[in-house]
């Protein structure tokens, strides 16, 4: 069966330090992976997919960048964290566009 | 613009009625609808899939169904108890991407 994994779990960083959050599928080959962000209070906004290594799109303009240096391996990663940038990620896959979105149990990230 | 509506916000509810979620959405042109349920701090688990071609899914005492062509979606769900209190969310999948609606949640009074 196919799992998701993403940690850390929580993660406190000051302002202006970097930040590397992972993702890893087990049990499939050449999955769809998302990066979403949850605010406090807010519906999820997609931030980045990749549909295969080395391809990611970007949805939303911001602080963020994201990278697939391998077939199930997704990264978050900011060169330096703002206060704005505080929030729930959740990472997830799927297979092709029929298949069922599956998310990872997320990263609550707080910025101070 | 493809935007998700979910009605009501919060609901609550006392042990064993039944109870339906709503869901809306602007494009109709899906290629499916699918339902999460959220605890909190938690990630989303997946309750439902429907593809566009679909009227309806049911899974236990979840019944999820689609009209694509006035753009909503219900879900169904039978004597509620406690433990189904949660966020319920839906979103709708527009080729790559799939647009979430903001929730419902659900809170069930023992």
């Known amino acids: 069966s196919q799992t998701i994994h993403q940690w850390p779990a929580t993660l406190v960083q000051p302002v202006g330090s970097p930040l590397s959050l992972e993702c890893t599928v087990e049990?499939?080959?050449?999955?769809?992976l998302y990066w979403y962000r949850q605010a406090a209070g807010r519906g999820l906004q997609l931030l980045f997919y990749?549909?295969?290594?080395?391809?990611i799109s970007s949805e939303v303009p911001q602080n963020l960048s994201a990278s697939r240096p391998q077939d199930r391996q997704f990264i978050l990663s900011s060169k330096k964290l703002l206060l704005s940038d505080s929030g729930f990620y959740l990472c997830?896959?799927?297979?092709?566009?029929?298949?069922?979105?599956?998310f990872g149990n997320g990263t609550r990230l707080t910025v101070t | 613009k493809q935007e998700v509506t979910q009605i009501p916000a919060a609901l609550s509810v006392p042990e064993g009625e039944n109870l339906v979620l709503n869901c809306s959405f602007t494009?109709?042109?899906?290629?499916?609808l699918q339902w999460f349920r959220q605890d909190p701090g938690k990630g989303l688990t997946s309750l439902l899939l429907?593809?566009?071609?679909?009227r309806e899914q049911t899974s236990g005492r979840l019944n999820a169904s689609l009209d694509k062509s006035s753009g909503r979606s219900t879900l169904y769900i039978a004597a509620s108890q406690p433990g189904d209190s949660a966020t319920y969310l839906c979103?709708?999948?527009?080729?790559?991407?799939?647009?979430f609606g903001a929730g419902t949640i659900l809170r069930v009074k023992s």
């Open positions: 997830a896959w799927s297979g092709h566009f029929n298949s069922p979105l599956h």
């Open positions: 049990g499939t080959s050449n999955p769809n």
């Open positions: 990749s549909v295969g290594i080395g391809q």
């Open positions: 494009d109709s042109a899906i290629y499916n």
């Open positions: 429907i593809q566009s071609s679909q």
């Open positions: 979103a709708v999948r527009y080729g790559n991407k799939l647009v």
